[in-house]
T-cell receptor
Framework: ETGVTQSPTHLIKTRGQQVTLRCSSQ?????VSWYQQALGQGPQFIFQ???????GRGNFPPRFSGLQFPNYSSELNVNALELDDSALYLC?????????????FGNGTRLTVT | GEDVEQSLFLSVREGDSSVINCTYT??????LYWYKQEPGAGLQLLTY?????DMKQDQRLTVLLNKKDKHLSLRIADTQTGDSAIYFC????????????FGTGTRLQVFP
């Protein structure tokens, strides 16, 4: 069974730039969600995707957007990067988005905005 | 409101039991989870409990849930140095959602 994989592991960007982070869900899982974890904090829910559509969103501005592909992999896009966007971005997957399947997380992408 | 609170730090001697506590505010929780995070890594699912249960045991791990007081605890028996990490509790509110509300994490330090 393949777990959740994310790429890249680390990324450095400049304020105002755009970034794309990628995630492959665990085999057998069809729902993907993204979380932002600032240093010293717990993760915060950004949004989730099921059947290639966003079907839940946390308190994040529209410059945070995403995609889910037919193979259930996903992208997180962040436009107009701000210094406060520096964080660990975690992708999680689950099965069917029913709420009965626990979330399994990847190792994250560490984004630094300078 | 949605809020999950944990104590920040716990230090235990190797071989002792560790108890990490968590309180939450939303009574609509369906599942509650414990995740472990080692330095520079993602979150590892340790165990979880459905909200209508009051206890779950999984090898060295015991989860206790007091739904009336909205209190969740994780007991680790025979704590080892490899258990040193940050432990997060998280609640899932409702069904058909992968939104978890996380606490700020408890750093467990195990000393010989």
């Amino acid at each position: 069974e393949t777990g959740v994989t994310q790429s890249p592991t680390h990324l450095i960007k400049t304020r105002g730039q755009q970034v794309t982070l990628r995630c492959s869900s665990q085999s057998g899982h069809n729902t993907v969600s993204w979380y932002q974890q600032a240093l010293g904090q717990g993760p915060q829910f950004i949004f989730q995707y099921y059947r290639e559509e966003e079907n839940g969103r946390g308190n994040f501005p529209p410059r945070f957007s995403g995609l889910q592909f037919p193979n259930y992999s996903s992208e997180l896009n962040v436009n107009a990067l701000e210094l406060d966007d520096s964080a660990l971005y975690l992708c999680a997957s689950s099965q069917e988005g029913t709420g009965n399947s626990p979330l399994h997380f990847g190792n994250g992408t560490r984004l630094t905005v300078t | 409101g949605e809020d999950v609170e944990q104590s920040l730090f716990l230090s235990v001697r190797e071989g002792d039991s560790s108890v990490i506590n968590c309180t939450y505010t939303d009574s609509s929780s369906t599942y509650l989870y414990w995740y472990k995070q080692e330095p520079g890594a993602g979150l590892q699912l340790l165990t979880y409990i459905f909200s209508n249960m009051d206890m779950k045991q999984d090898q060295r791990l015991t989860v206790l849930l007091n739904k009336k007081d909205k209190h969740l605890s994780l007991r680790i028996a025979d704590t080892q140095t490899g258990d040193s990490a940050i432990y997060f509790c998280a609640e899932r509110i409702g069904f058909n959602t992968d939104k978890l509300i996380f606490g700020t994490g408890t750093r467990l330090q195990v000393f010989p």
